[in-house]
């Protein structure tokens, strides 16, 4: 198993320089009635799982999702969940990866900020032919991993792709932010590189527009036409997620990541960050981070 570093966090992967884990649970336990598979917890990787046989339950967003056999849940970067067996013959196929780690680099930032308001959650119910489509890629991919036949490895790749399309076409993740940025936009990554490297600093929009040599205006208009949202609610979604990270990997206070992320006041912070992450600061931080 290889350790691979990117954007500042360590990945555990199933596979040598390829990002993704894989992982097969089909060893039915004795232990009857609910266990605890994971405690509430969040990662940067989008996450697949399937099961194959038994059942099991899933709490996320606050809500309980008995996932049986033949069916399968999509499980959005970032978002809080735990899971539960509720059979002995519990058999499940799990796939993690980080979707922008497999697509252009427009501005990894950018990208997540355009597919914000995505599904955090989405069941696939047994019987349709959404269902069966992810079913029998997820199969392939734990089958290609398993044999380690010749080239398994593009094969896996290629596979991945296959279910970034999927994702695409049943609209859990916005396509537009899958394509590379055109000609009109271009200007923008300026703008999105400069947000992203000093946005512990007071940014104005005066200075983001002479940037790029455009007035004011005719900035926030094309903002908006490209993302939907302004450029202040860009800068902040940076600062959230850049404290996101301070909040899980290290021990400083909210005081201190409010500063470190460039917010004018801790109580600004908060209301900021409950708006994007729906809790307080303080209850993030208890919440486990997974790393794989």
């Not at 399937?50 to 959005?76: D, M, P, Q, R, T």
């Not at 000093?198 to 040599?213: F, G, P």
């Not at 926030?220 to 940076?238: A, H, M, P, Q």
Request: aromatic content about 12%; charged content about 25%; glycine content about 4%.
């Amino acid at each position: 198993m290889e350790v691979i570093k990117t954007d500042n966090e360590i990945i555990k992967s199933s596979i040598s320089g390829i990002p993704i884990w894989i992982a097969q649970d089909k060893n039915a336990k004795k232990t009857e009635g609910i266990r605890r598979l994971s405690y509430p917890h969040y990662h940067d990787e989008i996450e697949f799982l399937y099961v194959e046989n038994g059942s099991l339950k899933l709490i996320c967003e606050n809500a309980e999702h008995i996932i049986n056999a033949g069916e399968a849940v999509f499980i959005n970067s970032r978002t809080v969940h735990e899971t539960f067996g509720l059979e002995p013959s519990l058999c499940t196929s799990l796939i993690q990866f980080k979707l922008f780690d497999y697509l252009d680099d427009i501005g990894k930032n950018m990208a997540r900020f355009i597919n914000l308001n995505e599904l955090p959650f989405f069941k696939f119910n047994a019987g349709l032919s959404e269902t069966q489509e992810l079913n029998s890629i997820i199969n392939k991919i734990v089958t290609e991993y398993k044999n380690k036949s010749l080239a398994y490895e593009i094969y896996i790749k290629g596979m991945v792709y296959n279910l970034i399309g999927l994702l695409a076409r049943y609209n859990l993740i916005k396509y537009d932010s899958l394509m590379p940025i055109n000609s009109e936009n271009e200007r923008l990554l300026n703008i999105i590189e400069y947000i992203d490297k000093n946005y512990s600093e007071k940014i104005t929009l005066d200075y983001l527009a002479s940037l790029v040599n455009l007035n004011s205006e005719y900035l926030c208009r094309l903002f908006k036409k490209v993302t939907g949202s302004t450029i202040g609610d860009y800068i902040n979604f940076v600062r959230i997620s850049k404290a996101e990270k301070l909040l899980s990997t290290t021990d400083k206070t909210i005081s201190e990541i409010s500063m470190d992320t460039g917010f004018a006041s801790v109580s600004y912070f908060n209301r900021v960050f409950k708006s994007y992450k729906k809790c307080s600061p303080s209850v993030y931080k208890k919440i486990k981070f997974a790393q794989f």
